[in-house]
């Protein structure tokens, strides 16, 4: 579903993406790892033409054409802060993209359609005319995950989807991850730090080191890869290839 070539990336003289090559298989859960600042969220951004590649190449099946908004109505996304916005009850923050655009619909069915993504991720209708500031940090989370999927999407970006959260309700949400992704049949790419959410949602994973990719493969093969960086990431080790920045 998305292919990574080649990609570079550099702001002035940090050198980000360093030739970046991944496939993305569609219909799966590919998670992608690494420490901070090895350009887990620059490829994001480059996927959603918020960054322009140096050099290389990123191609999503079936992307051909002009249409920007078109395009990105095939992307849904759980950003990492939640991000949602203030001044709009819950259900206008579900149904934003259903409000405007290309993707608008009429307000009552547009508010339908919110009442349930908000059900199927666990939260009743009576949460849709409250403010993101009435609600746990944990029932925000489940605001913008029925967010990424009101427009059935067929491609979803997770941003470190559990920062913030106790492990309980981490594991509430990577439980609906893993259950929405496969009922809707969607491709998923998420970025994160936290191995318990790369066992429970992935099919797949690719390490992300020093701008490229170190390793990648299925989930279940991560523990006996024999990648020295892998193993060293994975268990959370501060001896091994990787330096810790101190």
Same mark, same amino acid.
């Given at each position: ?11 002035? %003289? ?74 709009? %009850?819950?259900?206008? &923050? ?21 009442? @349930? ?7 009743? =209708? ?34 470190? %989807?559990?920062?913030?959260?106790? %492990? ?5 949400? &990577? ?7 496969? @009922? ?43 990648? =020295? ?11 091994? =290839? ?5």
């Amino acid at each position: 579903m998305i292919r990574f070539d080649d990609v570079h990336k550099s702001f002035g %003289p940090k050198k980000v993406l360093r030739g970046m090559t991944l496939e993305v298989p569609k219909g799966e859960s590919m998670v992608i790892i690494g420490g901070s600042g090895t350009g887990k969220s620059v490829a994001l951004k480059c996927v959603l033409g918020l960054i322009r590649p140096d050099s290389g190449t990123i191609t999503v099946e079936g992307g051909e054409g002009r249409d920007r908004d078109a395009f990105l109505a095939r992307f849904g996304m759980l950003f990492q802060g939640g991000a949602l916005f203030d001044s709009l %009850p819950v259900w206008q &923050n579900v149904a934003f993209r259903l409000l405007r655009g290309s993707l608008k619909r009429p307000r009552d069915e547009a508010k339908a359609i919110a009442v @349930e993504k908000l059900r199927r991720v666990g939260l009743k =209708p009576d949460v849709a005319d409250l403010f993101p500031a009435e609600l746990s940090g944990g029932m925000q989370k489940r605001v913008g995950l029925a967010r990424a999927i009101c427009a059935d999407p067929e491609i979803i970006f997770f941003d470190e %989807p559990t920062t913030g959260l106790d %492990p309980i309700m981490a594991g509430v949400i &990577n439980e609906l991850i893993r259950e929405i992704v496969t @009922e809707m049949g969607a491709t998923a790419m998420t970025i994160t730090h936290d191995m318990t959410s790369v066992r429970a949602i992935a099919d797949r994973v690719a390490m992300l080191h020093d701008g490229v990719i170190q390793w990648t493969g299925p989930v279940g093969q991560m523990d006996t890869s024999g990648d =020295p960086y892998l193993d060293q990431f994975i268990h959370g080790r501060a001896e091994g =290839p990787i330096e810790a920045v101190r």
